[in-house]
């Protein structure tokens, strides 16, 4: 157990949370006789679940901070109903359209901010409050459903990145591209980092054990991208939305200011306030992000179901929530991670996808996911206890 | 440093009254925290029917010693035995004792604010039959029990309705329900009025007079005077001697003496003072308690520090050290807060931390685990956290930077950890405070305020601290320290205010610096009001 965790540097609770996820890829590869790596549902795993992605990535930062977000469903709904309007009734073009929400989710964030941030209302209330009122609105705006969206609008989650490299052995040669380049930049990035720390004559890890994790990694991402490119389009838009966002928010949470601050008022708040961080600015800051990421994961999801529905994003934040705590999230706050919630979220779409294939009731997949979530937030406050930290 | 072990031998003379006339025997008691020892071989005996007075310096042991008669540290915890009523006694938990008529009253009140008088007095004593209450019977004897106290209010008040004064009699009143024998009553006028405590002191005299044992801890040595039968001093976690307060005329210099008698080794090491011009001077100031409003905390208290001093803030407990501390660094505690604060001779009164910290002044709390640290992230994150922008450029930190900071900290100040990875949490008390002082030091303030920098930690690490704060004052910084501690200020501060009941009501320089003076100024309580109504002596 000590060799293992000084071989991964103390991080395996990140690990163990991949390490479940291969399990449960396994699992259900046998279970469904291979069918779950196929590529074309390798695919749509990704275009199904880029929501989840999206919104755990908003929701993560809320929950590291100590609050909860319950009203991101029912704003993608209501960007949903903003979008389809400015496109079917006020002849918008598509990514003026696409903008627009992203404004509108950015006030959403900024209206329920405003109340945690300077009222001081639990944000667990003002959210509750949130899912009622934009529940109520998409359902002003649309109506039942509205459809019959321009082909850009739907490609967004739809399509695919456009081959125009050809192909090799019948594999998308794009797609392939860009697996070697993320694999590139994950190898440009942990050497630079290791050498970061070397410079500051801080504790770095064996280079055996960077070499086994670089490769591991390397087969993954290779891997899969291989699956990928043999599916019927390539790489999903959505994919490449999702990993903007992935690297964008690792960088923030980890290298900024701002993601310094939200681990530090969820550690202590006392403490933050008492260190000067102004804790009402960062609250409000951190729901006009939720709010921003939940318009993206609205055009998303009115994209990928080709209309603007009332009763769309239904039950979608406690997928985030879920993915969260699944990811390594604290229940407490001060400790989480964006590549954490990642994981979560497609642990959450592997038993989606491989219960479907296997036909198995909904009723019964609902059942199996709340036990995975239970567990899986057990595992780590045990953990917790058992490495002697303080559980709260 | 040589301390005795924690094992003394067992008790050889002690107190060896008959017991037949004790109620109350605790015998050698000795309890001890990982790395400190806070009582050793304290005995006590308590005859029944007395007011039984415990008096001692902040730290001698006296909550300790009623946690452990009340069960809160339960037998097995410590050494020792508790005879009451004539049989050796071990309590579990505070139910144990409650079962056998001891009842404890805290400083801080243990009362449902949403709660009527009546359901406070019953609570987790119901009156009911098969789990449904009898409010018939819940009233009807909350309201004797009320006439008992000399409270007259309605049972079905609330309890955010009344005064901390009625509270303090809906305690007794609760403790009375319980058929209490033996009450104890830890700082009950604490945070109450003159009438009010003075309402409660005849309550316990009546009591006394109806039979019911009292063992009262107050640092107001003028109401033990008044109202005790013996006194019993604690110092450092040993009993010094019990005062019969009737035998012989006992002065509040007598206690004092007991209380402070201590030899001054070198435990504090040498500073000569380098002292410049004033820096920081606070006029004025006046805080009021967050929740009842019309309460000071801090009365109009003024006090100056100057570049190179340390000065000593001393006071009892609640005598407003911390929230004086707190309510100017930004407006941490209290309400309704007024005053001045200059720096450098510019009127700087700070609104929020922010503007405290660009004013140079930064605030080291005396609660390290609850307000100074986040204890889940690791070193080099905490000694950043108040001065992010020095190792960010457009909100982007700069890893290596930060790490170099902690590192150089690290070093200066010896914080024993393999690396600054390491996670606060699972560092000592001593180096925890390393950390925090680092994180202010790095702050660049030009006025350090250090609330209790030495509580908790062992003797080798007080000694580094102290290292730090002079090399601090060397440097030019002014430093405010508080602590509990008198032998501290008196070895580390150049000037030491003492402060009580919020007021500041003397200013000892370092030659005149001993415990017998500053503690006189300490328990000066309602002497030098002269605005107050004092109708009670």
Known sequence: MTTLKETFGGNLRQYGIVGALAVIVLLFQVLTEGKLLLPNNVASLIQQNAYVMILAIGMVIVI??????????????????????????????????????????????????????????????????????????????????????????????????????????????????????????????????????????????????????????????????????????????????????????????????????????GGNLQAAILSGVNTKRMNFMIFVNIGLLASVAGVVTTSKAGAAVANAGNMYELDAIAACFIGGTSVYGGIGRVSGVIVGALIMGVLNMGLSIMRVDPAWQSVIKGLVL??????????????????? | MSESPAHSGASGGGAATAVADTILEMRSITKTFPGVVALKDVSIDVRPGEIHAICGENGAGKSTLMKVLSGVYPHGTYEGEIIFEGKPVEFRGIRDSEHHGIAIIHQELALSPYLSIAENIFLGNERASRGIIDWGRTNSEAAKLLEKVGLAESPDTMIYDIGVGKQQLVEIAKALAKRVKLLILDEPTAALNDEDSANLLRLIQSLRDQGITAIIISHKLNEILRIADR????????????????????????????????????????????????????????????????????????????????????????????????????????????????????????ATVGDAIRAGIAYATEDRKRYGLNLLADIKRNVAAASLEKVSKYGVVDGGAEARVASRFRDDLNIKAPSVDVTAGNLSGGNQQKV??????????????????????????????????????????????????????????????????????????????????????????????????????
């Not at chain 1, 567990?375 to 559980?391: C, H, M, P």
């Open chain 2, 436 to 537: 925090v002082l680092s994180k202010w030091i790095f702050t660049d303030a030009d006025v350090l305020i250090l609330d209790e920098p030495t509580r908790g930690i062992d003797v080798g690490a007080k000694y580094e601290i102290y290292t730090i704060i002079n090399s601090l004052a060397n440097a030019g910084k002014a430093i405010i320290m508080i602590s509990s501690e008198l032998p501290e200020l008196i070895g580390m501060c150049d000037r030491i205010y003492a402060i009580s009941e919020g007021r500041v009501t003397g200013e000892v320089p370092r030659e005149q610096a001993t415990q017998e003076n500053l503690m006189r100024y300490m328990t000066m309580a309602d002497k030098g009001a002269s605005d107050d109504k004092d109708v009670t002596r």
């Open chain 2, 231 to 350: 006194t019993t001093v604690l110092r450092d976690g040993q009993t010094i001697r019990t005062f019969d307060m009737h035998a012989e005329q006992v002065t509040e210099e007598d206690l004092i003496k007991a209380m402070v008698g201590r030899s001054m080794d070198h435990r504090f090491p040498e500073r000569t003072p380098n002292i410049g011009e004033e820096v920081l001077r606070i006029e004025d100031w006046t805080v009021h308690h967050p929740i009842q409003q019309e309460r000071k905390v801090v009365d109009g208290a003024s006090l100056y520090v100057r570049r190179g001093e340390v000065v000593g803030l001393a006071g009892l407990m609640g005598a407003g050290r911390t929230e004086l501390a707190m309510s100017l660094f930004g407006r941490t505690y209290g309400t309704n807060i007024s005053g001045r604060v200059i720096k450098d001779g510019k009127d700087v009164t700070p």
């Open chain 1, 374 to 392: 239970l567990v899986a937030v057990a595992f780590d406050l045990i953990n917790k206890r058992r490495s002697g930290a303080t559980v709260r």
């Open chain 1, 64 to 265: 590291i901070a100590g609050h909860i977000d319950l009203s991101v469903g029912s704003v993608v709904a209501f960007i949903g109903g903003v979008v389809a309007i400015l496109m079917k009734h006020e002849g918008w073009p598509w990514w003026a359209a696409v903008l627009a929400a992203l404004v509108f989710g950015l006030l959403v964030g900024a209206w329920q901010g405003f109340w945690v941030a300077y009222v001081g209302i639990p944000a667990f209330i003002v959210t509750l409050g949130g899912m009622l009122i934009f529940r109520g609105l998409a359902i002003v705006l649309v109506g039942v459903t509205l459809a019959g969206f321009e082909p850009g609008f739907v490609a967004i989650s739809n399509g695919s990145v456009t081959n125009f490299l050809g192909y090799i052995a019948n594999r998308d040669v794009v797609t392939l591209t860009f697996g070697a380049l993320v694999i590139a930049a994950l190898i440009v990035s942990q050497l630079r980092a290791r050498a970061a720390l070397r410079r500051h004559e801080l504790h770095v890890e064996p280079v055996t054990a960077l070499v086994v994790k670089l490769a591991l990694f390397a087969v993954l991402i290779g891997y899969f991208s291989w699956v990928l490119a043999g599916s019927r389009g390539g790489t999903p838009i959505v994919l490449v939305i999702v990993g903007v966002l992935i690297v964008v928010y690792s960088f923030i949470t980890q290298r900024t200011v701002f993601g310094r601050n939200v681990y530090a008022m």
